[in-house]
């Protein structure tokens, strides 16, 4: 039930903070203005850029849990995968729900600063 209900919270915090933005006319976030390639990069460089990417590798997504559960469900063992999947699940909801209160607080922040000016 945690999962699910996680689901739809998370989604409707992304459409708050999508709408709340389309308000404010924000747009889109834009990347890098200078793409380097890889291959250009120094030894350094490269570190540092796997350092900051690194942590997309642990992110766990919804086909995550289906495939997990599915094959647990063939091995026979739901409940080696049932809590650590809810744990992922609890981590991957508050991480979400930071960044989406410090968006908010962001575009409050910038309305203010607009009210004042």
């Known amino acids: 039930m945690f999962i ?8 409707y915090m992304y459409w708050v903070v999508a709408y709340f933005k389309q308000q404010k006319q924000t747009g889109a976030e834009k990347g890098p203005d200078v793409v380097k390639l ?8 490269r570190m540092a850029f796997y350092l900051k990417s690194t942590w997309m590798i642990v992110q766990v997504g919804e086909s995550d849990v289906f495939f997990f559960v599915g094959l ?32 908010m607080a962001a575009l409050d922040g910038d309305a203010k600063e607009e009210k004042e000016a």
């Open 38 to 45: 890889f291959g250009d990069l120094a030894f350094g460089e």
């Open 72 to 103: 647990f469900l063939l091995l026979g063992k739901v409940e080696l995968v049932t809590f650590p999947i809810a744990g992922a699940m609890a981590l991957w909801f508050i991480a979400l729900f930071v960044v989406r209160v410090m968006a």
């Open 4 to 11: 699910g209900t996680s689901f739809l919270a998370r989604g």
